[in-house]
């Protein structure tokens, strides 16, 4: 899964809009998944998390 750099203002703030006080991750469409969490273990351990979620989902819908 290759990272995403935000080069622009406007879509960081649209960005952090969506995500909001409450939501710590995002499925991007076209791009990837995303997930914002305090410590780089625990966002890397949902990030796993969510992939194999979408994966499941994926697997039961095909």
Not at 16 to 45: C, F, W
């Amino acid at each position: 899964m290759p990272n995403q750099v935000v080069f622009a203002q406007e879509e960081g703030e649209r960005i952090a809009d969506y995500l909001g006080p409450q939501n710590k991750n995002l499925i991007m469409q076209t791009h990837s998944l995303l997930t914002a969490r305090g410590m780089v273990v625990e966002a890397a351990v949902f990030v796993i998390a969510l992939e194999r979620a979408c994966l499941a989902q994926i697997l039961v819908e095909s």
